[in-house]
């Protein structure tokens, strides 16, 4: 079965430092991973995507991540953190083997960046 | 990407009654998706609905319960019937791009039942 584990519930940082928010995920086949963001009383975000190719992939907003097969992690990265970045991430994953489209999504990971 | 609207963006219904949440889409779409995200909680995938047949749902979720039209392939709507307190959350319908796999999500619908 396909699962997603976000380690943190929240995770603080201050401006300008760097931040990692953590995914790790289980698929059968080769996953297709993704992170979202959620705004306060807003949709969900896409921010990026790893399908195949270089494992660092960079998305919206500045932020990246780093797929890693041998341990299964497709953590959110960025280098400097803003107070906008403040908001609700989501990692979702799904697996390329079947027909389903369907995306399994983590808990979410609240970030609170501190000016 | 598709942009993606929702009617309502919020509602407060009575215990017992329905609604009927429409999702919009400026584009073409094959399959779309209804995800239902409850307080504090993550996104659970309701059902996929494609156009010309009947929508796949996922397991704990009912075609009574959770009624799904897509009459076209830019259209669909949920239908929450005979609600309950516990329907409260945030029902988001989603797409898929036409490149690349990820989904587009409309801006979601707030639901609070009393």
């Known amino acids: 079965a396909q699962s997603v584990a976000q380690p943190e519930d929240q995770v603080n940082v201050a401006e300008g430092n760097p931040l990692t928010v953590k995914c790790t995920y289980s698929?059968?086949?080769?996953?297709?991973l993704f992170w979202y963001v959620q705004y306060p009383n807003r949709g969900l975000q896409f921010l990026l995507k790893?399908?195949?190719?270089?494992?660092l992939v960079k998305g919206s907003y500045g932020f990246e991540a780093e797929f890693n097969k041998s341990q299964t992690s497709f953590h959110l990265k960025k280098p400097s953190a803003l107070v906008s970045d403040s908001a609700l991430y989501f990692c979702?994953?799904?697996?390329?083997?079947?027909?389903?489209?369907?995306?399994?999504f983590g808990t979410g990971t609240l970030l609170a960046v501190q000016p | 990407s598709a942009v993606i609207s929702q009617k309502p963006s919020r509602d407060i219904c009575q215990r017992g009654t329905s609604l009927t949440i429409q999702c919009q889409v400026d584009?073409?779409?094959?399959?779309m998706f209804w995800y239902r995200q409850q307080p504090g909680q993550s996104l659970t995938l309701i059902a996929t609905?494609?156009?010309?047949?009947?929508?796949?749902?996922e397991s704990g979720f009912v075609i009574d319960k959770f009624p799904i039209s897509r009459p076209n392939l830019t259209f669909s709507t949920l239908t929450v019937s005979n609600m309950s307190p516990e329907d409260s959350s945030i029902y988001l319908c989603?797409?898929?791009?036409?490149?690349?796999?990820?989904?587009?999500f409309g801006p979601g619908t707030r639901l609070t039942v009393l």
């Open positions: 989603s797409v898929e791009g036409l490149i690349g796999n990820e989904q587009f």
């Open positions: 698929v059968s086949g080769n996953p297709y």
């Open positions: 790893y399908i195949t190719g270089d494992n």
């Open positions: 979702a994953v799904r697996g390329d083997g079947g027909a389903t489209n369907k995306l399994i």
């Open positions: 584009s073409q779409v094959t399959m």
């Open positions: 609905a494609n156009q010309g047949s009947e929508a796949t749902y």
